[in-house]
């Protein structure tokens, strides 16, 4: 499971416990604080390699028992807490990182202020038990906080990834998967739109989806959150992500997208959150 944290010290205690209420727990945690100023990796630290270090050590055990594993806990299945320095590169360079870290096959990013049913692991599980071909498996998300929308999430398909844009971001997924893409979560792209990018990277693999049953994933609703702040601010930045992927769009809305590009520009913010991440990208 990877976590990363910014600016989210104050809900990061009950994601870290939805996690560890898990039927079927994860062997590793990876938080990585994204030069949080409110201390965010210290708290992390506190709770999963202190006061939940006990409670984490014993599911392992058992995890290995269930799976007939000869080791737990060796240096590549240890929970852990990272941190980015000097700066902030963005949530698209934290996930990344420990998803280069990690070393079990199905991976979940979780957003550090978001929640999981304690059954989701699990039944993400028995799905993929039922199903070897299995490499994506998700689940409809209730929101909370701000706002108690629920979110059907439709079926799988390439082209629904096109026209109605990204999965939960809560997705389990093959670590192959992310590994294919020649991104992964895109560290250029400004504002919350590296989750879109990653999932248009898909559409072009050979992915194999099960929608499991029931409202297993809770997303944290905040009205100031960056994707609706971006939508009403800067429209230019859907329309640079699709001429990013010329070969999933129609020409005419390409076309349109470009004629407006060149018509209007980027605001700097934009351009000051595009070069930052090509800073930080070693690509």
């Given amino acids: 499971v990877v976590v990363p944290c910014y600016k989210q010290r104050e809900f990061i205690e009950e994601t870290l416990r939805s996690v560890l209420s898990q ?3 994860p ?14 990796a210290a708290e992390a630290r506190r709770l999963l390699l202190g006061e939940m270090a006990a409670a984490r050590e014993a599911q392992r ?10 080791m737990v806990g060796p240096a590549s299945c240890e929970d852990a807490v990272l941190t980015t320095e000097p700066a902030s590169l963005g949530v698209a360079a934290a996930r990344n990182r420990a998803l280069a870290l990690a070393r079990t096959r199905w991976v979940c990013c979780l957003d550090a202020d978001d929640l999981l049913d304690a059954r989701y692991f699990e039944l993400g599980a028995r799905a993929a038990a039922e199903d070897a071909g299995l490499n994506l498996v998700y689940a409809n998300q209730a929101f909370f906080g701000e706002s108690k929308w629920r979110w059907d999430v439709p079926e799988w398909s390439p082209q629904g990834a096109v026209a109605a844009g990204p999965l939960p971001v809560m997705t389990l997924f093959h670590r192959d998967l992310w ?35 029931g409202w297993l994933l809770h997303y944290r609703f905040r009205g100031a959150s960056k994707k609706r702040h971006r939508e009403k601010h800067h429209p230019e930045i859907p329309r640079l992500l699709r001429t990013l992927f010329p070969d999933l ?19 700097d913010r934009v351009v000051e959150r595009v070069e930052a991440g090509r800073r ?4």
């Avoid at 769009?249 to 004629?259: F, G, H, I, S, W």
Wanted: hydrophobic residues 40%; negative net charge; glycine residues 8%.
């Fill in 23 to 25: 039927t079927l727990p």
């Fill in 27 to 40: 062997f590793c945690i990876i938080v990585v604080d994204d030069h949080s100023p409110d201390g965010c």
């Fill in 61 to 70: 055990r058992k995890m290995a028992l269930w799976f007939n594993l000869s």
């Fill in 179 to 213: 590994a294919a893409t020649p991104r992964g979560f895109d560290e250029v792209l400004p504002m919350g739109h590296e989750d879109y990018s990653l999932w248009l990277q898909l559409a072009r693999l050979p992915v194999r989806a099960r929608k499991l049953e």
């Fill in 249 to 267: 769009y129609p020409v005419r809305t390409l076309l349109e997208d470009l004629e407006a590009l060149a018509r209007d520009g980027l605001t």
């Fill in 280 to 283: 930080g990208w070693p690509g």
